[in-house]
């Protein structure tokens, strides 16, 4: 049996692809950055496996990142293992 995540909470994260791991967070790279999370996100409707919003928070000078509201007492740690894993899929090579 899957343990339960939690009933209520705000997710907010970078994926990091694999070819920009290790780099210096230059100026480039973060405008890079930028561009992965709208990349995923389109792949994601694409193929209909699942929707996640993503923003940049200018006020803070922080480039798009994913937002996730997980408001379902069902959710377990499969159902986040599914995000986390698909999110590397869709992603790993930007």
Not at 17 to 31: A, F, H, L, Q
Not at 35 to 40: D, L, N
Not at 45 to 53: D, F, L, V
Request: hydrophobic fraction near 40%; aromatic fraction near 10%.
């Amino acid at each position: 049996m899957d343990e339960k995540v939690f009933e209520c909470g705000n997710v907010c994260f970078w994926y990091i692809p694999p070819s920009m791991r290790g780099e210096e967070e230059t100026p480039d790279w973060w405008n890079q950055l930028a561009k992965v999370a709208p990349a995923i996100k389109a792949r994601m409707m694409e193929q209909g496996t699942m929707m996640i919003g993503y923003n940049p928070l200018t006020c803070k000078g922080l480039v798009n990142f994913f937002r996730i509201i997980v408001a379902n007492p069902s959710c377990t740690t499969a159902d986040m293992d599914f995000v986390i894993h698909e999110i590397e899929r869709l992603g790993r090579d930007l």
